[in-house]
C-alpha cells in the first residue's frame, strides 16, 4: 500500500553517521521530485553521544513531523531510551536494527513493532571502506525503492570534497544495503512523485533565517556560536563576503550585540542570531538600541531552558525575555517565524521593521524550526528591504530625536557633515543633549513608543485562514502541526480558523479584535510549561469567554493528532 | 572623504562642543579632552569623518563635549561599539574613550580581545584609579592598600591591573603613556595612536581631585620615559618589568596584521540563492 506521506527515523550513537544517512535519504527524494522535511535530535555531546534523524517524506508540502514513524533504522542502541518518547512506533511500524547490537530495548520491542535484525555492521565490514550509516540508508532506500540514479548524484556531491575513493565506497556500502533491503518484509511505500519539474529548495530553518537577513539589506553581523542558533552565523559568514558586508566574530554575546549597534550607527544594516542564554545577555545593549534608536535585529533560536536547560532541543520559552527582558520602557519588535519556510520571510519583515522605524527586533524562531531541514517550493520573494530614513549633507540645526508626525526621527549616518551628533543610553532632549528633565524624558518616552504604535504593519501580523466560529490562536513551530490538523478535521467537514501571530510586539490589538469577529471559543496551542502565550494572549487582547489551552513544555513536538483530539475533543 | 590640500585647517575649538562638561575642577579630564581636540585639528579630520565612542563613567562623557559623531553607549563596551563601526566603516577615525573601570574591569573582556583583533582605532583610556561617577569606589588600577572607599574598607588586597602589559601580551599594536598635566604631549602622542595602523592604547594619568586627591601629586612623580619606543616586545615586556606607572611615552609599536575585512560585491543575492535550489 502507498501513502502520500511517510516518515522514517534513523538514531545512533553520535558521530555514526546519522545525520549524514537521513541528510541524503532527503535529498534522495527531493531529486526525485519529492517534498519532505528532516527534524534532529541529539543529546549535548558532540560526539559519542545519541543522534537521531526525523524525516518525513511526501508527495505534496509538509511542514513538521507526522504522529507516527513508518520506519526505524537502528544503526545501535545506545541510550535509544532517551529518544523513545521522541520516536512514535506502533504496530504498524517496522524496526530494522543491527543483528549484532544486542537484545532490542524494552522501549523498542513494547511498542509492537516489527522487528528485523539484519547484519548491518557486518555487511559495512565486507565493503572496502564501507560505513555503517550507507548500508542503513541503502537498507532504507532499497525498502522504498529509491533511483539508484538520485542517490549516486547526491552521494557524489556530498562526498566529492573526500575524493573519488570515498565516493566509490559509499556508493558500494549503500549498494550492499539495498541487497540487505530484500531480507526485510516492508509494505511502507511513497507514491509516485509529483514535483520532479517543480522549482523547489531545501534548506534549514537557520539558513533561511540567514538568506532572509541578506534579503533585508543586513551588511554586518557580530557573531558568537551557540547552539542552536550558529547556522544562521555560519551561513552569514560567507554570504555576507560576497555582498560586500562582513562578519565578526565576537568575543562573547556582550560583545557580538554591542558591535552590531556600533556596525549599525555607521549606517550598515546589522544583524546577530543567538538562544536564550545569549539573549539574556545581551538585553542591557537592546535597551540601548531602544533608547539610541539605533537598529538592530536579533534573531533568537530558542531551546529548552531556563539557564543551560537543554540545548540541543526545542521549546519555545523565551517569549517572555523576548516581550519583557529590558529594563525600563523599551518599546521593541517581536516577531516569530511559524514554519521552516517563514524563518526567510520573518526574518527580512523583521530586518525592514527595524530600519524603518529605528529600534530592536528580535525574531523568535525555535531549534525545531532553525535546525530542521524542507523541501519545499520556492518561496516567494517579498520585497522588503532596509530603507532607513537619514539627512542629507548640509542639514543644519540637525536635531537627532526631534518630535516627528511619524515619530521616526532621521537619523545622521557619520560621513554626513552637518549630521554630527552623539548617540546616547542616557535620555536626551530632542538634540541629543543628555537630559535628566521629566519633560524631555516624556517626550522622548511618547515618541519611541508612537512611532511603534502607529505603523501599518499590514496583514503580516498574523497568518490568518478560514472562517468558522471556533479559532486556533498559536504562534512560531506549534502553527504547521496545528495547520495540518484543521486539514485533517475540515476532511471530516469540521472547520476551525487558524490565527497564527507573526508580529507579537506591538500587539495588533485591534487587528486581532478583527480576527476574532464571530470567534466563539478559541483553542490555544503553545509549548511553554508555564503557558507564556496564553498569559501573553490574556495580557494584550480580548477573548471570548470559551478558552481552551493546550500547551507542554519541550522538547516533545505537538504532533497534528493531538491538535485533532483537542479539537474534536471539545465538540 | 574631503581632501586634505583643499580642506580648510581646523581649529581645536572646532571640535568642541558648547556642552559644559559634568566633571570637577581640576579634573584631568578637561585637559584630555583638549588634548582630543588638538590632535584632530593636527590630522585636520573632516568632522563629519570622525568618531568618538564611549562607555559609561565620568571620563566616558567625552564624546558629547566633542562636535564630531559620537556614541556615549553603555558600561564597558565602548570597545564593542567602536569595532563594529570601524569593521563596517572602515574610511572613518574611530575614537574609543573612557576610564579604568569601564575599560580594565566590566569591560576587561572586550580589552583583551581588541587587542587580539587588532582593528585600526585608537583607545584613549583616563587612568584616575577609582570610580568616580558612583563615589569614589576602588577600580582595577587602584593600590591594594587604598581603604578609602566605604565599599573596601580595609582595602582591596588585590593586586593592580597592568593595561600597558595586559595590551603587549594581548597584541595591541602601539602602547603609549601619557600625562593629563601634559596636554601637548599628550595630543602628540594621540595622533601618532591614530597614525599607527591597528590597535593602539594610550594608557593616560588623569587625576581625580575629589576622591583621590593624593593624585596632585602625580606632576612631580611622571617623568618622560629614559628610553626610546621600540617595536621589540620582548624588549617592552622587559621594561615593563621595572616601571613604577610614572614613566611616560610610546612604550612599543608592532607591525601585526591589521583585522580590516575587504568590504567588496562579488555576487547578486539571485546567485546566492541559487545554493538552495534542487
Redesign the interface.
Known sequence: MSAESISIAFTGAGGAGVMTAGQMLLDTA??AGYYGLMTRSSGPQIRGGEAAAFLRLAVDPVQCPDDRMDMHLAFDWMNVERFSAELPLDSNSIVICDEAAGDVPEVISATGAKIFAVPLKDTAKSVEGGRLNMVGFGVVGGLLNLSEEAVIAIVEKALKRKGQEAVDSSIAGYKAGVELAKTVKSDVALSAAKAKDT?????SGN?AAG?GA??GGI??C?AYPITPATEVLEYLAP?L??????L?Q???E???I???????????P?LTATSGPGLALMM??LG?AVS?ETPVTVVNVQRGGPSTGIPTKSEQSDLNIALHGMHGDAPHIVTAANTINDCLFTTQWSVFLAERLQTASIVLTDQSLGQSRI?DN?PADLSFFAKRETVE?GVENYHRYAVTASGVSPM?I?????????????ETSTD???SSAAEDHAIQLDKRERKLADFDYGDHWADIEGDADMAIVTWGSSTAPVREAIKRVEAQGKKVKLISLRLLMPAQTEKFDEALKGIKRVLIIEQSHSKQFYRYLRAYYDLPKDVKLFNRAGPLAIRPGEIVEQIESWS | MTTEAAAPKRTAKEYKSSYKPVWCPGCGDFSVLSSVTKALAEMNVPKEDCAVISGIGCSSRIPAYTSVYGFHGIHGRALALATGLKVSRPELTVIATGGDGDGFSIGGNHFIHACRRNVDMTYVVMDNEVYGMTKGQASPTTAPDWDKSKLTPHGTGVNPFNPMAVALASGANFIARGFSGDPNGVAKMIVEGIKHPGFSLIQILSPCVTFRPEQRDWKGMVRPAPVEATDDSSRAARRLMSDDGFNTGVLYYGHRKVYEPKLEEKNTLAEIEQGFAI
Not at chain 1, 563576503?241 to 562582513?246: F, I, N, S
Open positions: 527531493a531529486k522549482d523547489r529548495w531545501a534548506m539558513e538568506f541578506l534579503r551588511r554586518f557580530a554570504n563576503e560576497k555582498v560586500g558586508g562582513t565578526v565576537a568575543e562573547d556582550l560583545a557580538s554591542v558591535q552590531i549597534i556600533g556596525g549599525s550607527f555607521g549606517g550598515t546589522s542591557e545593549a540601548l539610541s523541501v520556492k549633507a545622521a557619520p560621513g554626513t557633515p552637518g549630521g554630527e551628533y552623539v548617540a546616547d543610553g542616557l541629543g543633549r543628555p
